[in-house]
Nanobody, 123 residues
Framework: QVQLVESGGGLVQAGGSLRLSCAAS????????LGWFRQAPGKEREFVAA????????YYTDSVKGRFTISRDNAKNTVYLQMNSLKPEDTAVYYC????????????????WGQGTQVTVSS
């Protein structure tokens, strides 16, 4: 079992920044690949970014490349999502997830999920 707790969401104006955090506990050594996903109202959940165990390999969906940065601090068992130049279309509930699957970099194979944190970007 892996427990994931997100924080850092909120309301921000377009062009602003937010940093999301996700604290992991439990079998983190087995489910070491971590990702961020989001779900906007009326839409399906989509993959946003992912990072591997070491933090050296990162992947992003095209719509956030150059604006979002995923990173991790293994000493704190925490993964971050720095979001800059936010747009109204970034408004969604953001979820942290953990994977031990070989498809982790494509947004598939995630077994454990946090409760989500709301991000709202006003125009």
């Amino acid at each position: 079992q892996v427990q994931l707790v997100e924080s850092g969401g909120g309301l921000v104006q377009a062009g602003g920044s937010l940093r999301l955090s996700c604290a992991a506990s439990g079998r983190t050594s087995s489910y070491a690949n971590l990702g961020w996903f989001r779900q906007a109202p009326g839409k399906e959940r989509e993959f946003v970014a992912a990072v591997n165990r070491s933090g050296r390999n990162t992947y992003y969906t095209d719509s956030v490349k150059g604006r979002f940065t995923i990173s991790r601090d293994n000493a704190k068992n925490t993964v971050y999502l720095q979001m800059n130049s936010l747009k109204p279309e970034d408004t969604a509930v953001y979820y942290c997830a953990a994977s031990d699957d070989s498809r982790w970099s494509t947004g598939r194979g995630y077994d454990y999920w946090g409760q989500g944190t709301q991000v709202t970007v006003s125009s």
